[in-house]
């Protein structure tokens, strides 16, 4: 029975992956209790969201000049703490998704490298065989004429 080599690494990233979600819980807890995160980390994206995403509604319903009012703070201070956390985790997942691409890519190189090296040793090596043939061939040659240069024994 063969057994593959073990994805040690895949299962590295896949491990991030599941712990990325409780720390964003965790970031998004320190954001709500937190003053500081809380009004320049979390409301100013919140506030924007709400405002593009109610402008795409209005629009859609067909409400062209209609103002729309800014969330209040405790609702802007949960949805930011939210869109914090959805960031953390698509930030987290997009990373685990470039290293594991930059490790194939790597392990495709290296494959490749050792392909042409073999070419490489195998056309040397023909090379060499290939002149030990023709090398051959003129002592082959060499022989045959010596051989017939002797002169043929006769009857008697």
Known sequence: MVVGAFPI??????????????????????????????????????QLY???????????????GATIKPLNEEAAAELGAELLGETIIFLIGGGCMVLEYSRQAANSRRKEEELNETIT???????????????LGAQLREVNRQLASFPLPTKE
């Open 9 to 46: 690494a895949k299962l590295l990233y896949l491990g991030v992956r599941q712990l990325s979600k409780p720390v964003a819980n965790r970031l998004k807890a320190g954001a709500r209790r937190s003053e500081f995160f809380k009004t320049y980390i979390c409301l100013p994206p919140a």
């Open 50 to 64: 709400h405002w593009v995403e109610m402008r795409a509604k209005m629009r859609i319903m067909g409400f062209k």
């Open 121 to 135: 040793n195998l056309q040397t090596e023909i090379a060499e065989l290939t002149i030990a043939t023709e090398t």
